[in-house]
């Protein structure tokens, strides 16, 4: 089990273990840590994920900006 947590409010990425064995991660903004909920709020919408699935967890940087479209006109 993953002891150590980067603090609430920073952007991670937390991959867990699913209930059938396969693992998936969970990328946004880390909301809150218990002892036996993490809490991630992302793509997907706010992931519960239960402490004791949890594989690792990182913090990573922001997301990068937008590419603009160049094209001729």
Known sequence: ??????????????RYQLP?????DALGELISIDVDLVVVDGKRGVERIPRAAVIAAKAVP????PRRRTGSA
């Open 20 to 24: 059938d064995g396969r693992a998936t």
């Open 62 to 65: 922001p997301p990068p900006e």
């Open 1 to 14: 089990m993953v002891t150590r947590f980067p603090a609430p409010g920073t952007r991670v990425v937390v």
